[in-house]
């Protein structure tokens, strides 16, 4: 039978653009203070901590998890694993932490993402005979065959340009994601999710967008009617994100904080020209499995790597404009690849705590190659 899971604890540090207050900080600085604050917020239950699992995308292999496990100080005998499904990573690990809990091979684990854009080694193409010289590239391929394997942002703007998102419609989103992020900060909404590092209590990307500064944005991808710009493409960042999921029986027994209960996710595959796309039939596939109605949630945290990426994936599905992105997106943030996922998550479950027991919540996100992961959550 499988066991019902629940999050005894969720936190995050600040996001902060590639070359930021966070610029000069490894893999195991970002991560270090977020796991013992982490540890800390989940009180005895992290005594039980069995295992560590963190996405990263850029850190060019190694196991970035358990160096972080071993640096704040869990003991030898708790093991470690990094997975690598680029944006979907973070979100991934906390998946794969709760159907190892559902499955009975754990009762608790420490899940979620780091990622530094601006420690990210650089990568380059072993020569292939002597006397040759090493070719530095961006990005591996995705996808065997070039032709299906786009580059995100070219792929994001053909979406614009086909769907008919114009450049005002996704500036207007853009700004409107600041505008929720500031609140969320005013209002001390954030105040229990954000690890502060030094320099750095805050996301250091949100701010006050005016619309005659957006309008001056040079177009990075697209046309001119319906081109991305700086305004609507998530900033390059840093962050770590973590949340501590336990067997629920085991938390109730012990008294432990119950923040959120898992519901499901499910993991999707689709076209790889349109990766933006493929987060649609993740959500889909977990409501239609849960038998929940989109108008029914009460918060989505749905990934704004392209302000016309969003505009997409909401298209249609009728949630509530109001629980969608209620503190803030990436758009307002940033995007630290691997963490990306694990701070939808975290900004998933405090969203929910404020609101009545029985509340449900759904997090989504898509990655290059054309994968996505939606995550169910519901308040207990």
Known sequence: MSRSVVIVAARRSPVAPRGGALSRLDLTGLGVPVLKAVLQDAGPAAAE???????????????????????????????????????????????????????????????????????????????????????????PAFVADPARDPDPLQAAARLAARQGHSRVVQEQFARASHVRALAARADGRLANELVPFPGLDRDAFTRVLRPEVMQRAAVLAGDADHGLTSATVAVEADAAAMLVLADEALARAHGWPILCRFRGAALAGGDPVDPALVPRQAMARVLQRLGWQAASLGRVELMEAFAVQALACLSGFGFDSAAVNAGGGALSRGHPIGASGAILAVRLVQELRALPTGSRGLAAIAAVGGLATAMALETA
């Open 49 to 139: 901590v069995t295992e560590v699992i963190l996405g990263n995308a850029l850190g060019a292999g190694g196991n970035p998890a358990r160096l972080v496990a071993l640096a704040a100080g869990l003991p030898d005998r708790v093991s470690a694993l990094t997975l690598d499904r680029q944006c979907c990573s973070g979100l991934d690990a906390v998946v794969m932490a709760a159907r190892s809990i559902a499955a009975g091979e754990a009762t608790v684990v420490v899940a979620g993402g780091i990622e530094s854009f601006s420690r990210a080694p650089i990568r380059m193409h072993r020569p292939l005979q002597k006397g040759d010289e090493a070719v530095a590239y961006d990005r």
